[in-house]
């Protein structure tokens, strides 16, 4: 099955995440919408940091130049995004990392939110979150969230710290939510060194037995 990587806000590791579980989970990637290429964008960094080549990147279906909101890089590039281009067809639902923009409450145009997107698509859905202050806060919000719209959600994966636990321990209380293990800052940052801190950190075995996604 595929599934939805999505976050508690913009930068906070998803296409770092994204690209271990390619690599991790021998999986193909998707960013649907793309906002702001520097100098291209999320799967030239997913290529990258999981080793793949360009057969395991299933392209975009939007890419806008300005990284801003995606209704509003639409905006300046004369676009409007269109959802029925969204709809997941078959070569996408199996095998998939699929890729959110920003938060789940990013806008699209003026009537949709990604979050009605992942509602439709009904995947399974890790999220993303910063180990740091502030996280307790984003990272129930977006779970209550996830939750009001009935999408499956694996659990969370933080980046930061791994001494820090607190966050994690106190977020699985309230919210019910597993904690699938923080990815530390890795630095230099390749596919080798992405693809060990995965083995090390990150409950793949959680996510292989509850969505047998490989």
Not at 31 to 59: C, F, N, T, Y
Not at 119 to 147: F, M, S, Y
Not at 182 to 211: G, S, V
Request: glycine fraction near 8%; proline fraction near 6%.
């Amino acid at each position: 099955m595929s599934f939805i990587v999505t976050g508690t806000d913009t930068d906070v590791g998803k296409t770092v995440v994204a690209a271990g579980l390619v690599a991790s989970l021998r999986m193909r990637y998707w960013k649907p919408v793309q906002s702001g290429l520097d100098p291209d964008g999320d799967a030239e960094r997913v290529m990258e940091l999981a080793g793949v080549d360009r057969s395991r990147i299933v392209p975009e279906i939007y890419k806008f130049p300005v990284p801003a909101s995606p209704h509003l890089s639409a905006r300046l590039a004369g676009e409007v995004i269109d959802p029925s281009r969204l709809c997941l067809t078959s070569d996408k639902a199996r095998g998939v990392v699929i890729e959110g923009a920003g938060g789940v409450m990013v806008p699209l145009n003026e009537q949709l939110l990604f979050i009605d997107i992942f509602k439709d698509w009904n995947l399974p859905t890790i999220l993303c979150a910063r180990n740091a202050v502030g996280t307790i806060n984003h990272t129930l919000l977006t779970i209550e969230k996830l939750k009001r719209y009935n999408i499956p959600l694996i659990g969370v994966i933080y980046s930061g710290s791994p001494e820090n636990t607190e966050n994690q321990r106190i977020i699985e209380h309230f919210s019910g939510t597993n904690s699938l293990g923080i990815l530390p800052i890795i630095n230099p940052i390749n596919a080798r060194t992405l693809f060990k801190a995965m083995q090390d950190h990150i409950d793949l075995a959680l996510i292989k037995e509850r969505y047998s996604c490989i």
